[in-house]
């Protein structure tokens, strides 16, 4: 990590853009420089943030805007309104849409993660981190006798038997508390998709759950309309996947359900399903 500081007596005037090029010549093989930010500190004291926060590669030159977010009518000066229109075109022309295939979302059009601008893509440290994690685990597998095997696991106990180099916290307590209901509440949180989590105030008509199914798990004297009320019933619907067709297996289609999960915050603000259909 540097910090660098350049000084002049010079007057820079009404700052609009900081211009920031890597060396094209100066340095083989490449290393991609992580640029944090240009703080300039003018006579008057007053200090001026144009952030970067990214990686810039041999021969790149970027263009700085000031830290002060402004909207595009906001914009005082034709070369910064300049500078917004070619970074967007820039963008534009840098990501694209391809179709993988027909009624699968679109994919990005790059063919190698070597195309992939700088700024997003793996480092190299933690490209070389993941080929390692890669090779060692394959010699492991292999020296366990386990690489290719298809013998099937029969509890979670067996997989500890596997894996016992790869051991972290997290791992642990999954592995300890995977039955739990608060625990596959959390994992609705802290899963792919907790949007379509929504708050109930009216069950779906297809979703017949009375007050005697779900009184065990509320609190003591209370019901599933007053939880209601109160805003601690959740739902999680999945009637957007309704019609869609399944899988075939065995020329027969899979049978798949709109699944539905009702969900109850309960006093201690822990998460817990309560009904699945």
């Given at each position: 990590?540097?910090?660098?500081?350049?000084?002049?007596?010079?007057?820079?005037?009404?700052?609009?853009?900081?211009?920031?090029?890597?060396?094209?010549?100066?340095?083989?093989?490449?290393?991609?420089?992580?640029?944090?930010?240009?703080?300039?500190?003018?006579?008057?004291?007053?200090?001026?943030?144009?952030?970067?926060?990214?990686?810039?590669?041999?021969?790149?030159?970027?263009?700085?805007?000031?830290?002060?977010?402004?909207?595009?009518?906001?914009?005082?000066?034709?070369?910064?309104?300049?500078?917004?229109?070619?970074?967007?075109?820039?963008?534009?022309?840098?990501?694209?849409?391809?179709?993988?295939?027909?009624?699968?979302?679109?994919?990005?059009?790059?063919?190698?993660?070597?195309?992939?601008?700088?700024?997003?893509?793996?480092?190299?440290?933690?490209?070389?981190?993941?080929?390692?994690?890669?090779?060692?685990?394959?010699?492991?597998?292999?020296?366990?006798?386990?690489?290719?095997?298809?013998?099937?696991?029969?509890?979670?106990?067996?997989?500890?038997?596997?894996?016992?180099?790869?051991?972290?916290?997290?791992?642990?307590?999954?592995?300890?508390?995977?039955?739990?209901?608060?625990?596959?509440?959390?994992?609705?949180?802290?899963?792919?998709?907790?949007?379509?989590?929504?708050?109930?105030?009216?069950?779906?008509?297809?979703?017949?759950?009375?007050?005697?199914?779900?009184?065990?798990?509320?609190?003591?004297?209370?019901?599933?309309?007053?939880?209601?009320?109160?805003?601690?019933?959740?739902?999680?619907?999945?009637?957007?996947?309704?019609?869609?067709?399944?899988?075939v297996k065995n020329g027969e289609p899979?049978?798949?359900?709109?699944?539905?999960?009702?969900?109850?915050?309960?006093?201690?603000?822990?998460?817990?399903?309560?009904?699945?259909?």
């Open positions: 990590t540097g910090t660098y500081t350049v000084k002049t007596s010079l007057s820079l005037g009404k700052l609009l853009l900081v211009k920031v090029e890597k060396d094209p010549f100066l340095y083989l093989p490449e290393d991609e420089w992580y640029f944090s930010k240009v703080v300039v500190t003018t006579p008057e004291g007053e200090a001026i943030l144009f952030p970067c926060y990214r990686w810039i590669s041999r021969g790149e030159l970027v263009e700085l805007r000031g830290g002060r977010a402004m909207k595009d009518f906001e914009e005082d000066h034709p070369l910064l309104t300049d500078h917004r229109k070619k970074e967007l075109i820039h963008k534009k022309s840098l990501y694209q849409w391809r179709i993988m295939a027909e009624g699968l979302p679109h994919i990005n059009h790059f063919e190698h993660a070597s195309e992939l601008p700088t700024e997003i893509r793996f480092s190299k440290s933690k490209s070389t981190e993941a080929d390692n994690t890669k090779l060692i685990t394959g010699i492991e597998l292999k020296l366990k006798g386990l690489l290719g095997s298809n013998e099937k696991w029969e509890c979670i106990e067996d997989m500890k038997k596997i894996f016992w180099c790869k051991k972290t916290t997290m791992s642990e307590y999954v592995s300890e508390h995977w039955k739990e209901d608060d625990f596959y509440g959390s994992q609705f949180l802290n899963g792919v998709n907790p949007n379509v989590i929504k708050r109930c105030s009216e069950l779906p008509p297809n979703f017949p759950v009375t007050e005697e199914m779900v009184k065990p798990f509320l609190t003591e004297g209370s019901s599933l309309q007053k939880e209601m009320e109160k805003g601690n019933i959740f739902l999680y619907n999945q009637k957007r996947m309704d019609g869609i067709p399944p899988r899979l049978h798949v359900t709109a699944g539905l999960c009702l969900l109850y915050v309960n006093p201690e603000n822990k998460f817990m399903p309560i009904a699945i259909q």
